[in-house]
């Protein structure tokens, strides 16, 4: 893919209105990665991340890949220069940390007046996900925000998250690759 449409995604930061991607891991306690893409470049990220899928591939998945193909796709997300905040709930009960990360999402989301969040599918979670996420919004009084759970096939941009949580996971190496990626980090 040509680093023009990368350089066009990043000189293209005048329009605010977000859209967050978010996955998460749950390794050793869960982690959820939240991605925010400015809204006028949602079309030119998607582009080059389709563009790194391979033949016989419906999606990037961060941990199947090689370590040689995780550093082009990490280096092209660099390109795209995501804000990344990564929310770890770990120190929590194992039945409230999805719920907990979910709560903290969807209060910093209103604050940034993002217009839609995009939740990887899960359908064993997809059901608490609604609801939890309309109650959290209700109490932060944020009805703007519209929230999808969609495959990481249907919604290319689902692969930031993805390599964002599984590098931080990973440590050493990897989790220095990603540092200028990641905001901030919420122990909650």
């Known amino acids: ?26 390794q050793r ?21 389709r563009g790194l899928i391979m033949p016989r591939q419906r999606r990037i998945h961060f941990y199947r890949e090689s370590d040689g193909r995780r550093k082009k796709i990490l280096d092209m997300i660099g390109d795209l220069g995501p804000e990344c905040v990564i929310y770890d709930a770990s120190s929590r009960p194992r039945r409230v940390q999805r719920e907990t990360c979910l709560r903290a999402l969807v209060a910093d989301l209103a604050v940034r007046q993002a217009r839609l969040l995009v939740l990887e ?43 964002i949580a599984w590098c931080w996971q990973r440590g050493g190496e990897w989790r220095h690759r990603i540092r200028e990626l990641v905001t901030e980090v919420r122990k909650l």
């Open 29 to 49: 306690g869960l982690l959820m990665t939240a991605a925010a893409v400015a809204s006028g470049e949602l079309q030119d990220a998607r582009k080059l991340l």
């Open 121 to 163: 599918r899960d359908e064993s979670v997809c059901d608490l996900d609604r609801k939890v996420l309309f109650r959290s919004a209700r109490d932060v009084g944020y009805s703007q925000l519209e929230y999808r759970h969609l495959r990481g096939h249907e919604e290319p941009l689902l692969a930031i998250p993805d390599a």
């Open 1 to 26: 893919m040509p680093r023009g449409v990368a350089a066009n995604v990043r000189q293209n930061r005048a329009m605010r209105a977000e859209h967050v991607f978010a996955d998460e891991t749950k």
